[in-house]
């Protein structure tokens, strides 16, 4: 063992370290990473920055680009919307069309994007049908991650591991190569979730009203206003009362004029009737100093129908992927000034939290209940920081034109690669610029579809493949993979690959753990003289397998606030689904993919 191959060693297990522990963001992990191999002299400036100009990276981002465009089109929804009414009232037919498209839409888009479209109309039918949508979340994420295996770019990690076989000069896969192990895998999963799946899956979340989902009765007052109280003649807006007092005023109305009035702009008046919201010795504490006095006739039962008005509607909103507001509070982002709405409850790490809202910290996937006018609502639906689960009664139609020229840019690209004409990368660029001048979205969209941060990690990674390569610790490892696995076979090594994958991958991102491991198995497959794409093949269709985990992919973290799931559920569902999924990696793919 060479100085070389101990000191890239070092810095593959402390990226590894560094990525479990999150004690910095993953892009500065492999920023990190790309630092060590130039000083440690392991790399060149020329080949660590390397990746940056790599045809994977280039091809990951344009494909964010592309999936953006088909998503504001609408062409996404409207099919998705299309699909899901063919399932009406029956939870299993439900289930079975809506893993479908999941799977289908992730083929050829961004999976998460793919969860972000199918999220809102998925919720509406579980509460349509009165079922908890944790019975539907779950299945819907699960089946994204399978459908990514469909086609090329379907998902990151088949990117990278055919462009990680084309720099190492073995054939490379082409767009469908995919698409029978990923047909097996999705069908698989839809009969698992089916089957045992079914029973598996939690009730977590109430169906039915949306108020139901949240515990919020027991902490709701309504008080009059006194003569001498300090609120006369101002609006709640103006007197910042959720900051100032941890409590929120979810309505105003009075004697003369009964129907319920937003709370925000309303000035108020002697005699009004507010409805607060808050833990009670809060309550206390601002009826005192505001000169409030109960009201005896109230009952809190009767809240979740009279809240639910011509004026005032409840709506569940998701925070989206690459939102702005994680990583802050509703206080830091002035949520109420800003949008005009009350946030009432939060659903964040399986917890409904009702009281201390404005410090909470948000994050991707926690769910704000939220009450205001259909207007108010609305705002949000273009909004990229949200996405609305409970929709407004009015919404935009999707602009006809737009869609139809989305899908034909769509299959212009995947017909110019298949046939030879263009390189995926060049292909996905060219599309990608397509969309902007045909103005399907602005430059300013489509540079806020791309997630930086995975095109960061994507970039800052491939250099540490390349020093696992030139250093000769990709061959140092294969001889240790060799040596005590080998001699079981290439079925055993096959199978290896795939539990050290899946397990990688549910504590570090897929992109990672295929840049990390797709070298050494190309090394450990030569020294076997078998074929590399067999086990690259297994290794990749593993890296989509973040089943068992919230934090193991982004579609988890996604339905994790809207679904009310706990951080177990996704073990005890996904656990068996991983094990199918390494039976089929192991029985099924070498049929498709020989050995030899």
């Not at 992990?29 to 994977?56: E, H, K, Q, R």
């Not at 610790?473 to 079981?488: C, H, P, Q, R, Y």
């Not at 030569?526 to 397998?545: D, K, N």
């Amino acid at each position: 063992m060479t100085p070389e191959i101990i000191t890239v060693g070092i810095i593959f297990i402390a990226a590894i370290a560094l990525f479990i522990t999150e004690w910095v963001r993953v892009d500065v992990v492999a920023l990190l990473v790309l630092v060590s191999l130039i000083l440690t002299g392991l790399l060149n400036s020329a080949d660590a920055f390397a990746g940056f100009s790599n045809p994977a990276v280039i091809t990951v981002w344009a494909v964010f680009i592309v999936s953006n465009a088909v998503q504001r089109s609408g062409a996404a929804d409207l099919l998705a919307n299309r699909l899901l009414a063919i399932a009406g009232n029956n939870e299993q037919r439900l289930l079975i069309v809506l893993m479908l498209t999941s799977g289908l839409i992730s083929s050829v888009m961004n999976n998460v994007g793919a969860v972000a479209i199918l999220l809102p109309p998925t919720m509406s039918m579980a509460r349509r049908l009165n079922r908890p949508p944790s019975r539907f979340l779950m299945p819907l994420a699960f089946a994204a991650l399978l459908g990514g295996n469909l086609t090329l770019i379907g998902t990151p990690p088949n990117i990278l591991a055919s462009g990680l076989l084309r720099d190492r000069g073995v054939e490379s896969f082409s767009f469908f190569d995919f698409t029978p192990i990923g047909a097996v895998a999705l069908t698989i999963g839809i009969l698992y979730v089916l089957t045992v799946g079914r029973w598996l899956l939690p009730n977590r979340t109430a169906g039915g009203k949306l108020a139901s989902a949240y515990p919020l009765h027991n902490y709701l007052t309504e008080m009059r206003v006194l003569p001498n109280s300090p609120l006369l003649g101002q609006s709640l807006e103006q007197q910042r009362i959720r900051e100032q007092h941890a409590v929120n005023i979810l309505y105003i109305r009075r004697e003369e004029n009964p129907t319920l009035q937003p709370a925000a702009d309303r000035i108020v008046e002697a005699g009004d009737v507010i409805l607060v919201e808050g833990v009670m010795a809060k309550q206390l504490a601002f009826a005192r100093q505001m000169k409030l006095e109960g009201v005896r006739d109230f009952s809190a039962d009767t809240w979740t129908t009279a809240i639910d008005t011509p004026t005032l509607h409840l709506s569940e909103v998701a925070i989206a992927p690459r939102s702005s507001l994680s990583g802050h509070t509703l206080r830091q982002v002035d949520f109420r000034m800003r949008y005009n709405l009350s946030v009432l409850a939060i659903r964040h790490s399986g917890e409904s939290v009702i009281t201390d809202l404005a410090n909470l910290t948000l994050g991707v996937g926690d769910a704000l209940l939220v009450q205001g006018t259909d207007a108010q609502i609305a705002q949000l639906l273009n909004d990229r920081d949200f996405l609305v689960l409970t929709p407004p009664a009015f919404e935009p139609p999707p602009n006809i034109q737009k869609v139809t020229l989305s899908l034909l840019i769509l299959g212009a690209v995947i017909v110019s690669t298949l046939v030879g004409w263009l390189a995926i990368e060049a292909a996905m660029v060219g599309g990608a610029l397509l969309t902007v001048l045909l103005r399907i979205q602005t430059i300013e969209e489509a540079h806020q579809a791309i997630d930086w941060k995975v095109v960061f990690l994507i970039a800052g990674m491939l250099p540490l493949g390349t020093a696992l390569e030139s250093t000769g610790a990709a061959a140092f490892s294969a001889e240790l993979v060799v040596k005590n696995i080998g001699n079981f076979g290439p079925l055993a090594v096959l199978g290896a690959f795939f539990v050290f994958t899946a397990l990688l991958t549910e504590v570090i991102s897929n992109a990672a753990a295929t840049v990390l491991v797709v070298p050494i198995a190309i090394e450990v497959a030569q020294q076997l003289a078998v074929s590399p794409q067999t086990i690259v093949m297994a290794v990749v269709l593993a890296a989509s397998t973040s089943f068992m985990t919230p934090i193991g992919h982004q579609c988890n973290v996604l339905i994790f606030g809207p679904g009310g799931y706990k951080f177990s559920d996704y073990a005890r569902v996904g656990f068996g689904l991983n094990i199918l999924m390494l039976i089929v990696a192991v029985t099924i793919l070498p049929l498709l993919w020989p050995f030899y």
